[in-house]
C-alpha cells in the first residue's frame, strides 16, 4: 500500500521558516517525479514545487528564491524548506507523486503564516 505522509507544518510569524517532509512507503520515491502543491481556502490546489527523478526542479514565480525543494533517496523522503513565509502562504501543503499513469497523494499538513 502506498502512502504519502506530510510532516513539518504548522503555525509560523511572517518571515519565518518551516520545512515540511513527505516520507513515501510502497513505492521507490526516486523514481518518480515528486511534487508540492497547496490549499488555500477558497482556492485551487496550485502546483508549488517540483523536482524530478534526475533532480531538477521547477518553482511556482510566487515562491522562487523563498522555497526549495529536496529528497534524500536513503530516506524515501522529499523535503519543502520554505523561508522568508509571508500570510499569503498559508494553506494545506499536499505531497505527490507521479510516474506514467501512476498517481499518489499524501493528506496534507497545514501551514498557517500569521502574527
Known amino acids: 500500500q502506498v502512502q504519502l505522509v506530510e510532516s513539518g507544518g504548522g503555525l509560523v510569524q511572517p518571515g519565518g521558516s518551516l520545512r515540511l517532509s513527505c516520507a513515501a512507503s510502497?513505492?521507490?520515491?526516486?523514481?518518480?517525479?515528486m511534487s508540492w502543491y497547496r490549499q488555500a481556502p477558497g482556492k485551487e490546489r496550485e502546483l508549488v514545487a517540483g523536482?524530478?527523478?534526475?533532480?531538477?526542479?521547477n518553482y511556482a514565480d510566487s515562491v522562487k528564491g523563498r522555497f526549495t525543494i529536496s529528497r534524500d533517496n536513503v530516506k524515501n523522503t522529499m523535503y519543502l524548506q520554505m523561508n522568508s513565509l509571508k500570510p499569503e502562504d498559508t494553506a494545506v501543503y499536499f505531497c505527490?507523486?507521479?510516474?506514467?499513469?501512476?498517481?499518489?497523494w499524501g493528506k496534507g499538513t497545514l501551514v498557517t503564516v500569521s502574527s
Open positions: 505527490n507523486a507521479r510516474r506514467n499513469f501512476m498517481e499518489y
Open positions: 510502497g513505492i521507490t520515491a526516486s523514481t518518480y517525479a
Open positions: 523536482i524530478n527523478v534526475g533532480g531538477g526542479t
